[in-house]
C-alpha cells in the first residue's frame, strides 16, 4: 500500500457515537480509532475493547459536514432546554415509553444459533433497559445514591408494525452474509430495514466483522438552533446497533441465550441508548473533562474493571461515580443514572427530532387480536445466480408467524412463479402466539419471483388479510416498473486507484468511471471525499455485470468505502464493501412482477398531531380516499371520504383508535390517540 497512513474513517455524515475497535496495520498491539491509538494500559481496562470514540468521530464529523454542530453548540442549545424542564417539571409528561423494535440481523443460521439470537434474548435486553431506566427495586437496576433517578423512561417492544399489522416487535432479516462492518452497517443493513424513525427506536442486534466492537449509537441532534441549517441526522440510519454477544442479560437466560461476559448483563444498550437520548460520557472524554451533567464527579478518565470505593483522582475529586451507565466498567458494576442526566435525557425528548415524535407513539399499543392469524413474510434468496439463459432452479423459503391467540397448525398457500398458474402447498405443524416456521417451496425457475398468499389457516378463512401475501425475488434478479436507477460510490483517498464498469448482456460498457483524483497529503482528521451518484438507465429484460478493481489490491473498505445501485424508489438493490483487488456483481433486471411485494413502502400513510383533540391531518394519502376509523374493541365510529387531508375527530371519547385508509392500490393503517 504505497503511502498510505494507517488509521480508518467513516463515511457517515450524521453524529454517531460509536463503541468499537479497529486494527491497526503497522502495530498490530495498538488499536486505532477515527485516527487515535489506543495504548495496551488503555485497553486492559476493557478486557481488549474500545467501547466508545465519540470525541475522536464527533470532530471526524464536524469536518465533514459543515451543517453538523459543534459539541458547544449542541451544549448551548439544550442547556437552557434542560433548565426549562427542571423548572417545568410538568412538562416531563409522566412516563415516556418508547416503541422499540430490534432488527435480528442473520446469514440463515436456526433460531437460536449466533447470530440468530432469539425472541427472550431480545426481550432481556428491554427488561435491563427497564430496570436500569426506572432504578427498579430489586433489580440490578436499583441504587441508594442520593443523586440516583428514575429517569421516567420506559420502553416497550412494539405490538403493531408499520403497515398496521401485529408484531412482538422483533424482525428477523437474512442478509446473506456472515458479518458486517460498520460502513456496511450503515450504508447497507440499516437502510434495508429500518422501520419509521419517528414510530420506533429501531435496536440492531448484529455479528460485527471486528470481533473487539460492543456497539454504536447514533446521537440526537437539532433542528431550532439559531443561524444553523435544519440537519436531523439521517433518518435512515437513526438507531442503536450491539453485537449479538452483547444484547441482553445472563441474568434471564432460559438456556439459549449467545451471550459472552464480562459483556453479558445488558448494560452496552444501557449506555448507547444512554448517547441516543444525549448523554456524553461521564469523563468527558478529556482528561478531567466534562459531561455538561451537574450531579456527576468529574473523572479522570475511563474506568474499566470494577473499582472499589473510595476511588479519588487527580482532578479533585474525591471518590468517582464509576457505576454510572456512561463510564465503561464491567456491566455487573454499573447502576446509575443522576438526576441531573434524567433532566438531559428529557430535555432531549422534548426537543430533538424524532426523539420528540417518540413520545406521540402508539407503535407499543397492542391492536386488536384474531384467534386464527398468520402471517407471511418472504425470505430474502441469497443465491447469485449466473447471467445463463437457463439458470439453475431456486427453492424460495417463506416464513409463517402465528400472529393469532390460537396456536396454529395448519395453513394453506396458494403461489405462483413469475405470473404463472396457481398452486397451493400445505403446512402442518405446532406454533404458539409469534413463533414462526420455515416453508420451502420449489419454484422450478432461477429468475424472476415467488408470490405466494396464505388462504386459509386452522382449516378456517385468515382473519387478517393485510398480513397474507409476500414475495421471494430469486437469485440476483431486479424485477422494477421504472428502468431508473441510481449509483453510489464512497472513495477511500486514493482515488487513482479505484475503476468500475458495468457491462450488458452483449459484453458492451454501459457505464463505467475511474481513475479519480487522490486526496493530497490526508491526516486522520481529513475527511473522505463526498459521495459519488450518477443515474443509470438499465432496460429491462437484460443481464449486467459490474465490475470493481483496486490497483492497490487493499479495496476501499479498510477506509470505509462502499458501492450501492439503488431502484427508482430507493431501496438498495446491489452493493458492495469488503474486496480487495477485484469484485463483481451480476444481475438481470425484468419488468415487474410484483413489485407492490417486492419494494418497501416510502411513503406510508401518517396522521398528526398525536395525540389529537379536534382535527387530525393526514400526510401521504390522496383527496377522497376512503377510511374508516375503529375504536379500541374493533368497532367502526367513524367513516367517511378524505378531505383537504383533514378528519374531524373531535366528537370521540378519549382513547386509542385506528385509521383504515382504502384505495384502489393499497390499504394502510395508522393508530391514534384521542385525548
Not at 424542564?85 to 443460521?109: D, E, F, L
Not at 365510529?637 to 378524505?642: E, I, N
Request: overall charge negative; proline content about 5%.
Amino acid at each position: 500500500m504505497k503511502g498510505k497512513t494507517t488509521f480508518k474513517l467513516p463515511f457517515l455524515l450524521f453524529l454517531t457515537l460509536f463503541c468499537l475497535t479497529f486494527g491497526q496495520k503497522n502495530d498490530p498491539k495498538d488499536k486505532i480509532v477515527f485516527g487515535k491509538v489506543y495504548s495496551l494500559e488503555e485497553l486492559r481496562k476493557t478486557n481488549g475493547f474500545v467501547r466508545c470514540a465519540s470525541t475522536e468521530y464527533e470532530a471526524m464529523l464536524q469536518q465533514k459536514d459543515p451543517k453538523r454542530m459543534t459539541e458547544q453548540q449542541f451544549e448551548d442549545w439544550i442547556g437552557p432546554l434542560i433548565a426549562n424542564a427542571q423548572a417545568n417539571k410538568s412538562q416531563n409528561g409522566g412516563v415516556i415509553t418508547i416503541p422499540v423494535v430490534v432488527h435480528v440481523i442473520h446469514n440463515g443460521q436456526a433460531l437460536g444459533t449466533a447470530p440468530n439470537i432469539t425472541d427472550t434474548q431480545v426481550q432481556s435486553q428491554i427488561t435491563v433497559m427497564n430496570n436500569d431506566y426506572r432504578k427498579l427495586t430489586g433489580t440490578p437496576g436499583a441504587n441508594t445514591s442520593p443523586v440516583g433517578a428514575d429517569t421516567m423512561i420506559q420502553f416497550a417492544l412494539a405490538k403493531v408494525d408499520p403497515k398496521g399489522n401485529p408484531t412482538n416487535g422483533v424482525d428477523r432479516v437474512n442478509l446473506c452474509q456472515p458479518s458486517w462492518s460498520t460502513a456496511a452497517i450503515d450504508s447497507y443493513v440499516k437502510p434495508m430495514t429500518i422501520w419509521d424513525p419517528t414510530k420506533y427506536m429501531n435496536m440492531w442486534s448484529v455479528n460485527f466483522s471486528d470481533p473487539d466492537l460492543l456497539g454504536y449509537a447514533q446521537f440526537p441532534s437539532n433542528s431550532t438552533l439559531p443561524g444553523l441549517n435544519t440537519n436531523g441526522g439521517y433518518a435512515y440510519t437513526d438507531g442503536v446497533v450491539a453485537n449479538y454477544a452483547t444484547f441482553g442479560s445472563s441474568t434471564y437466560n432460559d438456556g439459549t441465550f449467545l451471550l459472552a461476559a464480562p459483556y453479558d448483563k445488558g448494560r452496552t444498550m444501557t449506555h448507547e441508548v444512554g448517547h441516543f437520548l444525549g448523554l456524553r460520557h461521564i469523563w468527558g472524554d478529556a482528561n478531567c473533562g466534562t459531561d455538561y451533567v451537574a450531579d456527576t464527579p468529574t473523572h479522570r478518565t475511563s474506568n474499566g474493571g470494577c473499582p472499589a470505593h473510595p476511588k479519588s483522582n487527580t482532578c479533585g475529586t474525591p471518590d468517582e461515580m464509576f457505576e454510572n451507565y456512561m463510564d465503561y466498567t464491567y456491566d455487573t458494576c454499573m447502576n446509575i443514572f443522576t438526576i441531573n442526566q434524567k433532566d438531559r435525557m428529557v430535555a432531549v425528548m422534548n426537543n430533538s427530532p424524532r426523539r420528540m415524535e417518540l413520545k406521540t407513539s402508539t407503535a407499543d399499543i397492542a391492536i386488536p387480536l384474531f384467534a386464527n392469524d398468520a402471517e407471511l413474510k418472504g425470505e430474502r434468496n441469497c443465491f447469485d445466480t449466473s447471467c445463463a439463459d437457463t439458470p439453475a432452479p431456486i427453492t424460495a423459503q417463506f416464513s409463517i408467524y402465528n400472529r393469532g391467540t390460537s396456536a396454529l397448525t395448519s395453513a394453506v398457500i396458494t403461489y405462483s412463479v413469475n405470473g404463472g398458474a396457481q398452486q397451493t402447498v400445505n403446512w402442518n405443524g405446532n406454533l404458539a402466539q409469534d413463533k414462526y416456521a420455515i416453508i420451502s417451496i420449489p419454484s422450478g425457475a432461477g429468475s424472476g419471483t415467488i408470490s405466494a398468499k396464505i388462504t386459509s389457516v386452522n382449516g378456517v378463512a385468515d382473519q387478517r388479510a393485510s398480513n397474507d401475501a409476500s414475495s421471494v425475488v430469486l437469485g440476483n434478479t431486479i424485477p422494477v416498473s421504472n428502468t431508473n436507477f441510481t449509483f453510489e460510490l464512497q472513495l477511500d483517498y486514493w482515488g487513482s486507484e479505484t475503476t468500475w464498469d458495468l457491462k450488458n448482456s452483449a459484453g458492451a460498457v454501459v457505464y463505467s468511471g475511474g481513475p479519480y483524483t487522490d486526496v493530497p497529503n490526508p491526516t486522520s482528521s481529513t475527511p473522505l471525499p463526498a459521495v459519488m451518484t450518477q443515474n443509470w438507465v438499465l432496460p429491462v429484460n437484460d443481464c449486467y455485470t459490474f465490475t470493481i478493481n483496486d490497483s492497490e489490491g487493499d479495496g476501499i473498505y479498510e477506509y470505509e468505502g462502499f458501492y450501492r445501485v439503488k431502484n427508482s424508489a430507493g431501496n438498495i438493490v446491489v452493493g458492495g464493501y469488503d474486496f480487495t483487488s477485484s469484485q463483481q456483481k451480476q444481475f438481470k433486471v425484468l419488468g415487474a412482477l410484483s413489485t407492490s411485494e417486492v419494494t418497501k413502502d416510502k411513503n406510508t400513510a401518517g396522521v398528526y398531531p398525536n395525540p389529537v383533540s379536534d382535527v387530525l391531518n393526514v400526510t401521504n394519502v390522496a383527496n377522497n380516499t376512503k377510511y374508516e376509523i375503529y375504536n379500541a374493541v374493533g368497532q367502526i365510529v367513524k367513516s367517511g371520504a378524505l378531505e383537504d387531508q383533514k378528519i374531524r375527530v373531535a366528537e370521540l371519547t378519549k382513547g386509542t383508535y385506528f385509521i383504515t385508509f382504502k384505495s384502489d392500490k393499497k390499504t394502510e393503517n395508522v393508530k391514534f390517540i384521542k385525548k
